[in-house]
């Protein structure tokens, strides 16, 4: 029995001595700030809400505005545009110009050609009239040799006669083939001209005026093309411009939202102010990331570890919750504070600290996002710790 007593006496000086409950007195319910930071130089805009009050992740918040945002480019462009669209209106009035004029040399080159058709149907008539005449004059030469040849069969004629009757009736076949080839050059010259094409000895197959109407049929080709090269140009330019604009409308205007749901933390500056980019503007509590931080001696931090059950029981209420190391940060952790609400004071420093998640608070709709709130973080040991501690007391570990 006094061996029992002395083990309890001894296990109990163990508890008193190691400290198998470490408990912190010094707990912070903390969360991390999401900062509203300037995206461009402007003169800022809030909409009014107050320090506390809740906002919804993207819910508007405010807006920024440069009336002094560069445009330079976006004036070059549309001073591009301009002069292509005056180019395109040039040319375009140029094309209207030739056209009419290559209308009318066109009714002139139509003029021509019928006139020139009529004028080759009544040679070809003429022709044949003449062709027409030598063919009796032909029969009447046949004529008169026959008569010559029979009258000098008989001794009545001279020869001299029956020469000039065979010489008259020659000539008569050769003015035939003469007229008949006429004839023939006046229907292929009537053929070409019909086809567009004039024939003649004179001149070439084309006149002016059909000259003329090539020369501007060229030149209208020469301006379509560049009047496509403006237009295409233009469309460029246009897209250029489009996103210029959007360029622009991002320098000179900004919409604030809000990146988290929480409250708001802070507003370093106010509605009127003229913001300088990268300046914050806006602090928010993000709720979704609550942790209770708390600092601990060095005995007790070295025997912490991560996952390690603990205990959060708010200041002035009877009310506790579970929890969970998530980190230990150790001495001088005032690293980790630059992005939490709450900063560590001097004493909590000169500790080591402790992060504790504790899902349960953001459940409590009572408790809720209560950053700032201080309490008790009781980090429990376990059996196998005690024992554990009993051994080493004994010198058995």
């Known amino acids: 029995m006094a061996v029992g007593l002395s083990l309890a006496g001894l296990a109990g000086a163990i508890v008193l001595n190691e400290g198998v409950a470490v408990v912190s007195s010094d707990a912070v319910v903390n969360a991390r700030v999401a900062i509203v930071r300037a995206p461009i130089d402007g003169l800022l805009s809030l909409q009014p809400r107050s320090i506390g009050e809740r906002v919804l992740a993207g819910q508007p918040l405010g807006a920024l505005r440069d009336e002094r945002a560069d445009e330079a480019r976006l004036l070059d462009l549309g001073h591009t545009a301009s002069a292509l ?30 006139a020139r058709v009529r004028q080759l149907r009544s040679r070809i ?4 009239s003449l062709l027409s005449g030598a063919k009796a004059q032909m029969v009447m030469s046949a004529a008169e040799l026959r008569r010559a040849e029979e009258l000098r069969d008989r001794g009545v004629q ?47 197959d084309t006149p002016y005026s059909s000259q003329r109407a090539q020369e501007l049929d060229l030149r209208l080709a020469e301006m379509r093309t560049e009047l ?58 993000d709720c979704s990331t609550v942790v209770v931080t708390a600092s601990v001696s060095e005995s007790d931090y070295n025997r912490l570890k991560v996952g390690d059950p603990a205990r959060f029981r708010l200041s002035g209420t009877s009310r506790s919750f579970d ?38 608070l953001l459940k409590d709709a009572e408790v809720g996002c209560s950053v700032g709130r201080t309490g008790k973080m009781v980090f429990s040991g376990t059996p196998r710790q005690l024992l554990q501690g009993l051994g080493s007391w004994l010198g058995l570990s």
């Open 85 to 114: 669209e005056t180019d395109i209106q040039r040319v375009r009035g140029q094309m209207v110009s030739l056209a009419a004029s290559r209308e009318a040399l066109a009714k002139r080159t139509d003029g021509y050609r019928e």
């Open 125 to 128: 008539e003429e022709q044949q």
């Open 158 to 204: 001279s020869i001299a006669v029956l020469d000039r009757a065979q010489a008259a009736q020659e000539v008569n076949a050769q003015t035939i083939r003469g007229a008949n080839a006429r004839l023939e050059a006046l229907r292929i010259e009537l053929e070409a001209a019909a086809a567009g094409m004039f024939l003649g000895d004179s001149y070439n």
């Open 228 to 285: 496509d090269g403006h237009a295409q140009r233009l469309t460029r330019i246009r897209e250029q411009i489009a996103v210029e604009q959007q360029r622009v409308a991002r320098l000179r205007d900004a919409f604030l939202t809000s990146p988290v749901d929480g409250p708001i933390w802070e507003a370093p500056a106010g509605s009127g102010e003229y913001a300088r980019k990268g300046q914050d503007l806006l602090r928010l509590l």
């Open 323 to 360: 929890g969970q190391v998530i980190r230990l940060a150790g001495s001088g952790a005032a690293t980790v504070y630059q992005n939490l609400a709450i900063a560590p004071g001097p004493d909590h420093l000169k500790r080591f600290d402790v992060a504790v998640a504790v899902p349960d």
